[in-house]
């Protein structure tokens, strides 16, 4: 009976032992099912995240091409009213720079007709100065002439004056020393005489 009971209690204890393995080899499958249906659940999540993620992208691309193709007539549209402006400018300098070049042109020749009458009478004007000049120091030079002329005839008229009045003192002197002569040797011959 001890070993019966004994003999039971092993085939008990291993079948417990065997339930026990069981239970452990069900749970460890159930975990390793799990985690797959995970794994398998995060890879559709993935795929259907990353075909989003490039439906997203592919979106943004097609509005980014189609903004950009938008931008690029804007751009040329803007071009072109920037170059057809800029042609209208341009036309619009170009006229005025003609009518400048011309306003400069008559402005030029009235300009040099101006200064070729301002020179004309400042030639003439100079002309009329010089024989002004000229006869003013002609005049002077015929009253400097006549000047000169006149002093030089009163030097000689002064000059033959006190030629005059040397050859007058001499004369005076002479007679002087004459009658001086003259009366010494009548005193002389007076003396010679008394004598």
């Known amino acids: 009976a001890e070993a019966e009971r004994k003999a039971e209690e092993e085939r008990l204890q291993r079948a417990k032992m065997e339930a026990e393995r069981k239970a452990e080899e069900e749970r460890v499958a159930r975990e390793a099912e799990e985690a797959a249906k995970k794994a398998e659940e995060e890879r559709l999540a993935k795929e259907a995240a990353q075909k ?4 997203r992208l592919q979106r943004e691309k097609a509005e980014a091409e189609r903004k950009a193709e938008e931008e690029r007539l804007q751009r040329a549209k803007m071009e ?5 402006e800029e042609e209208a400018k341009k036309e619009e300098e170009d006229r ?3 009518e400048k070049v011309q306003a400069e042109r008559k402005a030029e020749v009235e300009r040099l007709q101006r200064e070729k009458i301002e020179a004309e009478r400042k030639a003439e004007e100079e002309r009329v100065a010089r024989e002004a000049e ?3 120091k ?3 030079e015929e009253r400097l002439a006549k000047e000169a002329a006149q002093k030089a005839e009163e030097e ?6 006190a030629e005059a009045e040397r050859k007058a003192e001499e ?3 002479q007679r002087e020393k004459i009658e001086a002569e003259r009366k010494a040797e009548e005193e002389r011959v007076a003396r010679e005489a008394e004598e």
């Open 171 to 173: 004369e005076r002197l």
């Open 134 to 136: 000229e006869a003013a």
């Open 80 to 84: 072109a009213e920037r170059k057809a």
């Open 52 to 55: 989003a993620e490039e439906e």
């Open 96 to 98: 005025l720079q003609w």
């Open 138 to 140: 002609k005049a002077e």
């Open 156 to 161: 000689r008229l002064q000059q033959e004056k």
